[in-house]
């Protein structure tokens, strides 16, 4: 995809899993770009061409555009409002104290940005922030900016996954313009000129449903993944099993496999945030039917990792002190080196709080886990995380891990008892071995073989 004669100048400010994938795939569109940030150690790292991140596909392209010239990297602000015709906002919004968004990185980078702003030209708001955030943030912008209405906003809501940032930035499945003025939406159109070109439907709208889109979309995810959960719980009440269960519902094309993995539940640096931050929202507008659906939503989801805690005591004989337990996987998704509000390093922390022994293995994510929760023991290698177990954990569905030979790992660990908190193992294949398999949501000897599943 290219943009040949359309070429802009464009700036991404904040270089975090956002911002980076944002200013590398604007720069390989054909766009000059130029990228800031707060953070030094991470803008020298990315001029030098390395992604701070795990992100498949994205430092082959960064390094392609740094070599083409059409991307660059700096510290000043004054340099990013002189060169931008197009500003696009990529910095974080976390999770406040009583669960609202923090709007401080936001309102700090616009403060940053607006004084300088003496030409015409748009900003674009990309980060995930609550209903009625633009309207504020243009008058703010406006009152500060020396070009005051000659500065325009457009928001412009991410719905990336981290995994597949590069194909969902290039290829994405809308893109969504929340707008007060169509010129400003015409502007970015010409940014997004090729994804548009491919088939990428454009949808202009007011700003504060242009802001809704984004958390109810991810509302929707939480809630199909809770709900899936919740039919978990039935299951196992039942004797049913929920991955056939799951696997019949998502054939019905109004409902689809996608987000209906029984198991673990979501986590990650969006889906728990946003549904918080959405469910504030929902509280302060007093829209009280959302704030109840929202926390419900959450409450289902923490409680898978109290199930796990649960059966890995039982699997233990009662209690966890001193008990030997191999971990799979910490990042909070396969594909992903990502840890915020990771369902399996909360496990892994709770366990070594009961006195377990933990060794943990992930493909992309042990850095960063110890780095969160330092008195964590990771291993190189499956094999070697297992050695002398007492327990096997499969708490985040690597595809290696569903490559494991069960008969070999038997032989490394002191008792061959794995617990698949993510319904992904093939569970006869295990127990062929002569493992004792416990998986959520399904009976202990379940007759059927599993359907590959979402
Ligand atoms: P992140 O924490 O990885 O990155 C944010 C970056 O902004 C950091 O590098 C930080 O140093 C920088 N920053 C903070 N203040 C700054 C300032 N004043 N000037 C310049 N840089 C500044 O966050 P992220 O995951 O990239 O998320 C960013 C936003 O995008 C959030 O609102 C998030 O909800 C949303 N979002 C994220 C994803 C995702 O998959 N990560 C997907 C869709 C939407």
């Known amino acids: 995809m290219s943009v040949n004669g359309n070429a802009l100048r464009v700036t991404a400010i904040g270089i975090g899993y956002l911002g980076l994938t944002h200013a590398v795939c604007m720069a390989d ?36 555009n740094l070599e083409a010239g059409r991307l660059r990297f ?32 936001v309102q700090g980078a616009v403060d940053m940005l607006a004084p300088l702003l003496t030409r015409p030209c748009v900003v674009v708001g990309k980060s995930t922030v609550p209903v009625g955030t633009a309207r504020q943030l243009l008058g703010r912008m406006r009152a ?17 996954r981290e995994g597949f940032a590069v194909q969902d930035t290039l290829f994405p499945d809308r ?12 502007v970015v159109r010409q940014v997004y000129a090729a994804p548009e070109a ?47 269960l799951a696997d019949a519902l998502g054939y019905d094309k109004r409902i689809g496999h996608r987000f209906l993995g029984p198991g673990l539940g979501f986590g990650g640096g ?9 469910a504030a929202s929902a509280g ?67 366990l070594i ?3 377990a022994v933990v060794t943990a293995h992930d493909p992309a994510a042990t850095e960063n886990a110890v780095r969160k929760l330092p008195g964590l023991r990771c291993a190189a290698s499956v094999s070697a995380a297992a050695r002398d177990a007492d327990l096997v954990l499969h708490l985040t569905e690597w595809p290696e891990y569903q490559a494991i030979d069960p008969a070999a790992l038997r032989e490394t660990v002191a008792r061959p008892v794995v617990i698949d908190a993510r319904c992904a193992l093939n569970a006869v294949q295990w127990r062929d071995a002569g493992w004792t398999v416990h998986v959520l949501g399904r009976p202990s000897e379940a007759p059927f073989s599993r359907k590959a599943g979402s």
């Open 29 to 64: 569109l054909g766009h000059q770009v130029l990228a800031i940030d707060v953070d030094q150690e991470k803008l020298a790292r990315a001029a030098a061409g390395e992604v701070p991140f795990f992100e498949p596909g994205l430092e082959p392209l960064l390094r392609k």
């Open 74 to 105: 700096t510290g000043s602000f004054a340099e990013v409002a002189d060169f931008g015709d197009v500003h696009f906002l990529c910095v974080g919004t976390p999770q406040g104290p009583g669960g609202e968004a923090d709007l401080s990185y």
């Open 144 to 160: 500060a900016a020396p070009a005051g209405d000659q500065v325009d906003l457009v928001w412009n809501p991410e719905f990336l």
């Open 175 to 186: 893109i969504v313009l929340g707008v007060t003025r169509e010129e400003a939406a015409a």
């Open 198 to 244: 491919e088939g990428g439907p454009v949808l202009v709208m007011d700003f504060e449903t242009a802001e809704l889109v984004k958390v109810a979309a991810n509302a929707f995810l939480a809630t199909k993944i809770s709900f899936v959960n919740v039919m978990a719980e039935m299951c196992e009440s039942a004797g049913a099993d929920v991955v056939l």
């Open 270 to 278: 969006c889906l728990p945030k946003d549904i918080r931050a959405l």
């Open 284 to 350: 302060t507008l007093g829209v009280r039917s959302l704030t109840g659906l929202l926390s419900t939503v959450d409450t289902i989801n923490q409680g898978r990792r109290n199930r796990v805690i649960e059966m890995a005591r039982s699997a233990a004989g009662g209690g966890l002190s001193g008990v030997r337990v191999a971990v799979l996987g910490l990042a909070f998704k396969p594909h992903s080196d990502d840890i915020r509000d990771s369902p399996s390093l909360d496990v892994c922390g709770r």
């Open 353 to 355: 709080a009961a006195g």
